[in-house]
C-alpha cells in the first residue's frame, strides 16, 4: 500500500492509494481574480475547504505537489452541442464529457438542437437524468425556443434551465425563429437569460445561391466566411440588441465573429462592472485562434455558423477579449463525423469539436503574448459563473465546490488523433503542438477525474444551481 503521503510531483501521484476524505494541493500558483500567488489549497467533501501558504499536512490527507503548476478554476463552457439524445452517432454526454474533463471544462452548459429537440420541459428533464448517470463534468442545459412553444417557454422557471436559446439563425427542425411576433413575445416573456445564435438566414440563403452560380456544388470551403457573411451577422445581432434594449431581457449573444458587431456592446473592464450589464458578448476559441486563410489547411472542417473570417476580424475580437466588450469565451463544441465533413459544401455539416483542446489552445495563445493567463480564468470561468449567477463555482475560493483544473506553463501538448475522446474522433489541432498550457489534472467536485492523460475516476458531474429568483 502507498504509505507517502507527500507526492514528488504528479506522476508519483498516479500510484493506487486509499480512499482520503480529503486532498491537499501544495505549492502550487493560483491564478484567480485577477492574480497570480503561490498557496496550498485543502479540498474536503468535495469544496476548498481553507487555502493558505506552508499548510501543515495531515497523515490522512492526499496530497499533490503542484511546484511549478498553475491552478485555475475549472472552464465552465455556456456553449456545448454534445449531440444526445437522438445524434448519438456524433457524440454523447459521456463520450464528450469526458473529452471536457480532459480538457479542463469541468462544468458545462449544452444546447437544445438534438433529437427531439429540448423544447418541452419533459425533454429538459429527460436530459438532465442522461447527464446524472454519464456525465463527468457538471452539467445544465439551454431550453429551446419555437414559433410555436412560447406557453411552454412561460411556465420555464428560472432556476430551472441555465437559459432560453435562441436560433435567430440557420437551425434544425423547427428550431429558427423567424416569426418577429414570436420573437417580441420571447424577449418579453423568457425567465432568466436569452441567448441567440445570430445570422440573417434569407440573406445567406440569397449568397447561397450566388455562389452556386459561380462554383456549381462544389464552392471551395473558404467561400464560407463570406457567404455566411459579416452583413448576415450585424443585421441579426442588431435585431437581438434592438430586442433586449425594448423589453429590458437579459441578453447574451453567442459566438460573436465580426468586428461590425463588437460596435454594438459596451465594455465591462472589470467584473464587478460586467454584474452590471444586461446585454453581453460571447467569443468561440475557433473564432479566436483561426482566420480565413487556415481553410486552406482545414476545409470544411473549419466550417462553422457564424464563419470563421478574415484575420481583422480575430485580431478585433482579441482587441475586445482585452477591453472586455467580449465578456466570455465558450467552445460551440459540435461534433460531426469526418464522412460528414468530406462532402461538398452544401452538404457538409457545420461545427467542430473543440472541448479537449480549447484551454490548450488558450493558454498557447497567452504563450505568443495574445492574452494573459488571467485574462483567459476570467473569460473561460469567473465572468460565466457571474452572468449565469451559478452557486459556489467558476472561483478558487473557501467554501466553493472544488472545481480545479492543474497545468504544466512549461510543457507543450501534442495533438494527436489516438488520444482524442471525442466520439467523431478528429480535431481542427491535429498535427499541432500548443505550448504553455498543457493539462495535467482536472478535479470536479472535489474528485480527481483526469490525471496523467487519462480518466481516472467515474462520471462526477453534478446539476449545476443557480442564484435566481
Not at 452541442?81 to 479542463?104: D, M, Y
Not at 449573444?253 to 456592446?265: G, M, R
Amino acid at each position: 500500500m502507498f504509505t507517502d503521503k507527500f507526492c514528488s510531483g504528479i506522476a508519483a501521484c498516479a500510484v493506487k492509494r486509499p480512499l482520503v476524505n480529503k486532498i491537499l494541493i501544495k505549492n502550487a500558483t493560483l491564478i484567480n481574480e485577477g492574480q497570480s500567488r503561490h498557496a496550498d489549497v485543502l479540498v474536503s467533501s468535495g469544496r476548498i475547504e481553507r487555502i493558505a501558504s506552508n499548510m501543515a499536512i495531515s497523515a490522512d490527507w492526499e496530497v499533490i505537489d503542484a511546484q511549478g503548476l498553475w491552478l485555475i478554476p475549472g472552464m465552465i463552457d455556456d456553449q456545448v452541442h454534445f449531440r444526445e439524445p437522438g445524434l448519438t452517432h456524433k457524440g454523447t454526454i459521456a463520450t464528450e464529457s469526458a473529452a471536457a474533463v480532459a480538457g479542463g471544462i469541468t462544468s458545462f452548459m449544452e444546447m437544445p438542437n438534438v433529437s427531439p429537440p429540448t423544447t418541452t420541459r419533459q425533454a429538459l428533464e429527460d436530459k438532465f437524468q442522461r447527464a446524472s448517470q454519464h456525465s463527468y463534468a457538471n452539467y445544465s442545459f439551454w431550453f429551446g425556443a419555437t414559433n410555436d412553444n412560447i406557453d411552454e417557454l412561460r411556465a420555464l422557471r428560472a432556476d430551472e434551465a441555465c437559459g432560453v436559446k435562441v436560433f435567430m439563425g440557420a437551425s434544425t427542425g423547427n428550431m429558427l425563429v423567424d416569426n418577429e411576433q414570436v420573437l417580441d413575445k420571447i424577449f418579453q416573456h423568457a425567465p432568466g437569460i436569452v441567448a441567440t445564435h445570430c445570422e440573417d438566414t434569407p440573406l445567406i440563403k440569397r449568397n447561397e445561391a450566388l455562389w452556386r452560380e459561380q462554383f456549381g456544388e462544389a464552392i471551395p470551403a473558404r467561400e464560407h466566411s463570406d457567404i455566411r457573411s459579416v452583413e448576415a451577422c450585424l443585421k441579426s445581432s442588431s435585431l437581438a440588441v434592438s430586442l433586449a434594449k425594448k423589453y429590458g431581457t437579459r441578453l447574451h449573444v453567442l459566438h460573436i465573429s465580426t468586428a461590425d458587431e463588437l460596435k454594438l456592446f459596451d465594455a465591462a473592464p472589470t467584473l464587478e462592472a460586467l454584474k452590471n450589464k444586461t446585454i453581453t458578448a460571447e467569443a468561440c476559441v475557433h473564432h479566436l485562434f483561426f482566420n480565413q486563410d487556415d481553410y486552406a489547411e482545414l476545409g470544411h472542417k473549419l466550417k462553422s455558423n457564424p464563419s470563421v473570417k478574415e484575420a481583422v476580424h480575430q485580431q478585433a475580437l482579441w482587441q475586445a477579449v482585452k477591453d472586455g466588450v467580449i465578456d466570455i469565451i465558450a467552445t460551440d463544441h459540435a461534433p460531426h463525423l469526418l464522412e460528414e465533413k468530406n462532402k461538398l459544401y452544401l452538404a457538409a455539416p457545420s461545427g467542430l469539436p473543440l472541448v479537449q483542446h480549447a484551454l490548450p489552445a488558450l493558454f498557447d495563445m497567452c504563450h505568443r503574448g495574445i492574452f494573459t493567463p488571467e485574462q483567459i480564468v476570467t473569460k473561460t470561468s469567473h465572468a460565466v459563473a457571474e452572468r449565469f449567477q451559478l452557486r459556489d463555482r467558476g472561483y478558487i475560493r473557501e467554501g466553493y465546490w472544488a472545481d480545479l483544473v492543474l497545468i504544466d506553463p512549461q510543457a507543450s501538448t501534442q495533438i494527436r488523433s489516438e488520444a482524442l475522446l471525442y466520439k467523431c474522433a478528429w480535431s481542427p489541432f491535429e498535427g499541432r503542438t500548443l505550448s504553455g498550457g498543457h493539462i495535467v489534472m482536472t478535479l470536479v467536485n472535489g474528485k480527481v477525474v483526469w490525471r496523467d492523460n487519462k480518466l481516472v475516476a467515474a462520471p462526477a458531474g453534478m446539476k449545476l444551481a443557480f442564484c435566481r429568483d
